[in-house]
């Protein structure tokens, strides 16, 4: 499925049109700068953790991922507490995170002594600071690189990056997107749309397992990585993102590669009060090692 070019301006839904006329107007100084340089910035440690890729493979026991949108990166000492002790957060094999500025994920990183890779989008005009998404892995983080997605967001014009990089697991490379998407009336669904074309793209060109991961800001990409050959992992979660008096079901887990035999697979998500107004949502996927191709499903 090749990538579908930008749209032209016409191509924008009237309500989203309307929507990104009223906010423009209301704020129209509040513009970011987006990093488009595919090389960087760049943050990027790949040898503070000193655990062999392989350790990690103990017999039955599945690849663990966490992710979470830890809003703009605030509460980052509540977030390693978080994590060090809720049973269902702790000693993640992958842990991916949205919303962060590169101080943030480096103290992340040290607090859970963990190698990290982070490319920001841009510079928010409301957090006043960097912003995108990261990997972190006690394993060693290979591969790294940036994929720069079309559209700007309304009103701020922030290009969203994903970061991608390679983690070996039982000695098989596994590539891993950490994805954060535009906000629901930020772009026209046909250009969410156009994003996450970019993404299978980049994830069809590798030959092994791949998971994305992240938040996407959106129930309905749920179909199109199915039909793209990935499995809805979080697919059954209840809401993950706070909205007005309720949940919106906006953080996603998808997998391709992994063989999900004997109903072993298992997904969740833990309150974040006072920390994020996102739940952090985790995964287990196994049993045994990741197939060596593609696994269709859906």
């Given at each position: 499925m090749p990538a579908a070019p930008e749209a032209p301006a016409q191509s924008r839904s009237i309500p989203a049109t309307a929507v990104w006329v009223m906010l423009a107007l209301a704020?129209?100084?509040?513009?970011?700068?987006?990093?488009?340089?595919?090389e960087g910035p760049r943050y990027y440690e790949s040898t503070r953790s000193g655990k062999p890729d392989d350790t990690a493979g103990a017999p039955g026991r599945p690849l663990r991922l966490v992710t979470f949108n830890l809003e703009f990166g605030r509460e980052t000492e509540r977030a390693i507490q978080l994590i060090r002790t809720n049973d269902a957060l702790r000693d993640p094999d992958i842990l991916l995170l949205q919303e962060m500025s590169g101080?943030?994920?480096?103290?992340?990183?040290?607090?859970?002594?963990?190698?990290?890779?982070?490319?920001?989008?841009?510079?928010?005009?409301?957090?006043?600071?960097?912003?995108?998404t990261a990997i972190l892995s006690p394993l060693r983080i290979g591969e790294p690189s940036k994929l720069v997605l079309p559209f700007g967001a309304a009103v701020t014009g922030l290009r969203r990056a994903v970061t991608v990089a390679t983690i070996r697991w039982r000695g098989v490379p596994i590539r891993v997107f950490s994805?954060?998407?535009?906000?629901?009336?930020?772009?026209?669904?046909?250009?969410?749309q156009a994003q996450v074309r970019v993404i299978l793209d980049a994830a069809r060109a590798q030959p092994g397992p791949v998971i994305v991961a992240g938040d996407f800001n959106s129930r309905s990409i749920g179909p199109w990585f199915e039909r793209g050959g990935f499995t809805w992992v979080t697919k059954h979660l209840?809401?993950?993102?706070?909205?007005?008096?309720?949940?919106?079901?906006?953080?996603?887990?998808?997998?391709?590669?992994?063989?999900a035999t004997g109903g072993t697979w298992a997904a969740g998500c833990v309150d974040a009060p006072g920390t994020s107004d996102h739940r952090a949502v985790w995964v287990t996927l196994g049993p045994g090692a990741p197939s060596a191709g593609p696994k269709r499903s859906g």
């Open positions: 704020a129209a100084a509040c513009s970011a700068t987006s990093f488009l340089d595919p101080s943030g994920v480096t103290r992340v990183a040290a607090g859970l002594d963990l190698n990290y890779l982070y490319y920001p989008s841009g510079i928010h005009p409301q957090a006043h600071q960097e912003f995108g994805v954060h998407l535009p906000g629901p009336l930020s772009i026209a669904i046909e250009e969410r209840p809401g993950t993102s706070r909205g007005p008096g309720f949940w919106l079901s906006y953080d996603h887990v998808f997998a391709r590669g992994f063989p």
